[in-house]
């Protein structure tokens, strides 16, 4: 019987060995079933994640025939179009010179502050609404608005003293 025929009626429960050598002949001796994963002869044995991943995907495929669901979802999109190339290089130039204004960047020993910032931007694939929203932040840096700044000298709250943390 197949294993989601199985999980339809009862427990299973989806063993692996270690990375090195799989399971022992006692272990394999407990299994009502036992799978392989094919692969390189020259490295006989996956990683455990990478075995669980193959597994998980192989599964997943069988129980949905080969054709996976209609992703659906009750939350409401929300997306723009991606941000263009000259848009988000607009954004790191702007974050860049917000950041020196501050001083939180020192363009003569920069060190790795950009390149990192940009990496953790890039994982995000920033959308167009996303680069005006960051966009817009980083104006209100320059150009101190609203009723908690007091003549541009900085943010203030009700507990504490301009220049105290």
Known sequence: MPLLAEAASGDVAIVF?????????EE???????????????????????AVQVMAYELRMAAFCEAPPALTTLATPFSSPA?????????????????VATGFHDPAKPRRLMPK??????????EKDEI????GILDSIETPTGARWHGGGGVQTANREPGQK
């Open 17 to 25: 060995g270690n990375e090195s050598s799989g399971l022992t002949n």
């Open 28 to 50: 394999l001796q407990r299994c009502q079933k036992a799978v392989t994963i094919p692969s390189n002869p020259d490295f006989s044995s996956l990683n455990l994640g990478a």
């Open 83 to 99: 941000a263009a190339l000259d848009e988000i290089e607009r954004f790191y130039a702007h974050l860049e010179s917000v950041l």
């Open 117 to 126: 910032l940009r990496r953790l931007f890039g994982r995000a694939a920033l």
């Open 132 to 135: 005006n929203i960051l966009r």
